[in-house]
């Protein structure tokens, strides 16, 4: 009897390993999925919820937004009176409104100190002719002339805002300029030769000594 107990045993026992590890194979697989799927599940939410807070705090921000605007607004309607008051004052002081091409204050300044500096450059050289005993210093003076009149157009034509009928000093301009360019190397030049005379004069009157 124990000889048939144990044969019998050892046959169900390979039989009921099989039909567990059978049923365990037909298991379906769990729900939480393996750690690569889980991960991906929270890379996809993510950028969801993160896409989500934009949209929230600008739905909380739009009535500060809005707040802010009406205060701007009520703070310029108070201040329009005295600004349509200053722009009147300003139309009474000057009656002509400038166009858009007017050279600014700063601009204008600029201008009329670059021509008065050129005059007392011109006052300089002439005066100092005199006080040098060369009197190819007046001609610089004279070369200086061009330039002068080169300056002179540039500022009407701005003075009367750039306008198309004077467009013929713009060139005038140009050759001036170009004229006074050759005069003022004559003149430097004349000068240049004045100098290098007197050194040899005075090389050859220390040689003769």
């Not at 050892?10 to 194979?25: D, E, I, L, N």
Request: hydrophobic fraction near 50%; proline fraction near 8%; include cysteine.
């Amino acid at each position: 009897m124990q000889a048939l107990a144990q044969q019998q045993q050892r046959t169900w026992w390979p039989v009921g390993r099989a039909a567990r590890v059978s049923s365990a194979a037909a298991r379906p697989p769990p729900t939480t999925g393996p750690p690569i799927a889980r991960a991906a599940r929270r890379r996809v939410s993510v950028p969801v919820a993160a896409a989500a807070e934009p949209r929230d705090a600008a739905a909380s921000a739009a009535p500060a937004a809005a707040l802010a605007l009406a205060v701007t607004a009520a703070a310029a309607a108070a201040a329009c009176p005295s600004a349509a008051q200053a722009a009147a004052e300003a139309s009474k002081l000057f009656p002509y409104p400038e166009p858009a091409n007017a050279l600014s204050l700063p601009t204008w300044a600029i201008h009329v100190s670059s021509v008065a500096e050129w005059l007392i450059a011109m006052s300089l050289a002439w005066r100092y002719a005199g006080a040098s005993g060369n009197p190819r210093w007046k001609g610089l003076t004279w070369g200086m002339v061009p330039a002068l009149g080169s300056a002179m157009c540039a500022c009407t034509w701005h003075l009367f805002y750039n306008a198309p009928e004077l467009d013929a000093l713009v060139a005038l301009q140009a050759f001036l300029t170009v004229v006074g360019n050759f005069t003022l190397w004559l003149a430097a030049y004349r000068l240049y030769e004045a100098g290098r005379g007197k050194e040899e004069e005075a090389e050859a009157a220390a040689g003769g000594e």
